[in-house]
């Protein structure tokens, strides 16, 4: 079954030669156009987020993009003179099961994803000794764990979800496909990078062997507001001048819908203002991490004739010196 090719620099509508800066941009931009929570197409939403998010792991990441654009189109013929790529399974090394090519739907990601970034099979199993049969030996081996990746949103890290799956085995020599579709919990505060595994759903055993296990790998999806850290968000405020010099209150978007924060006055750029307890679980019952508002203090472009007389009086009455050393 052949992979399709995904263009992530099309998918989030920027040249090849786009800086980090002009990526993360226009990421941001999708991502608030079609997140689920605002869109009015919900499921059209989340499939298009799904994809925005995918390809944002790609290109945001200077490491994944530095491969993505090693392979080009030509992705499948370069792993193909490769090797066995990350999808397939051990085969006859392993437990006498022929290689096996894997295929994902509701993770969040891409057979595409999948293939050039995630490691479908995780490990073999060797052969334990069983009775002695009819002058052979009968051989017993655990099934082969298989493992992919799955993309939770901070909204499912916050309240934990329920995710149907779809894992599709094909045997790539007889066309053969078999289908299993189960559901997969994601709790409350699980963290980023952390497998969640579902027993039983990697290969069948052999000679009365257990199967394996299947382990997602947890990546948050990245958020059109927030950055994460351990249990804590931050988000980047703009201010106007005056509101940093005065102080101010302002509303900002958080998990638990939006929130009133209070700027102290004379806040510098830079600057962090702590809501408490307004960031993820860190762990199914544990307390919350903190919210950050990160101060980006904005200057206006153009002003008005009123407006820069109003500055200019400023300046002539003002004894703040930015240069002079407290």
Do not use: C
């Not at 990078?193 to 039983?200: D, E, Q, T």
């Amino acid at each position: 079954m052949p992979t399709q090719f995904k263009d992530y620099y099309a998918i989030l509508g920027v040249p090849r030669n786009a800086s980090e800066e002009d990526v993360k941009k226009a990421f941001r931009k999708l991502a608030r156009q079609y997140h689920p929570d605002v869109a009015k197409d919900k499921k059209a939403a989340e499939e298009k987020f799904k994809e925005i998010n995918e390809a944002y792991e790609v290109l945001g990441d200077p490491a994944n993009r530095q491969k993505y654009d090693r392979l080009g189109m030509d992705w499948d013929k370069t792993a193909a003179a490769a090797g066995p790529g990350p999808g397939y399974g051990f085969g006859g090394d392993s437990n006498g099961e022929p290689d096996v090519e894997f295929h994902f739907d509701g993770t969040g990601f891409s057979d595409f994803f999948e293939e050039l970034f995630g490691r479908r099979s995780r490990y073999g199993s060797s052969f334990r000794s069983g009775g002695a049969r009819t002058g052979t030996q009968e051989r017993t081996a655990r099934g082969y764990d298989i493992e992919g990746d799955i993309l939770v949103t901070l909204e499912e890290v916050m309240r934990g979800a329920i995710r149907p799956i779809s894992l599709q085995r094909v045997d790539p020599r007889t066309g053969e496909t078999t289908t299993q579709t189960f559901k997969v919990r994601i709790p409350p505060g699980v963290q980023d990078g952390r497998m969640i595994r579902v027993p039983a759903h990697g290969g069948e055993g052999v000679g009365g062997g257990s199967p394996g296990d299947l382990y997602l790998r947890v990546h948050y999806a990245a958020h059109p507001y927030f950055r994460v850290s351990g249990a804590d968000l931050y988000y980047d405020l703009d201010l106007a001048p005056w509101e940093a010099v005065l102080g101010t209150t302002v509303s900002v978007p958080s998990l638990d819908g939006r929130l009133n924060g209070k700027i102290p006055a004379g806040i510098d750029n830079g600057e962090k203002v702590r809501i408490r307890g307004r960031g993820l679980p860190q762990g199914p019952k544990a307390e919350r991490g903190d919210l950050y508002l990160v101060v980006n203090v904005r200057i206006p472009k153009k002003v008005t004739d009123q407006e820069r007389r109003l500055w200019e009086e400023l300046r002539s009455v003002s004894s703040f010196d930015p240069r002079k050393e407290d």
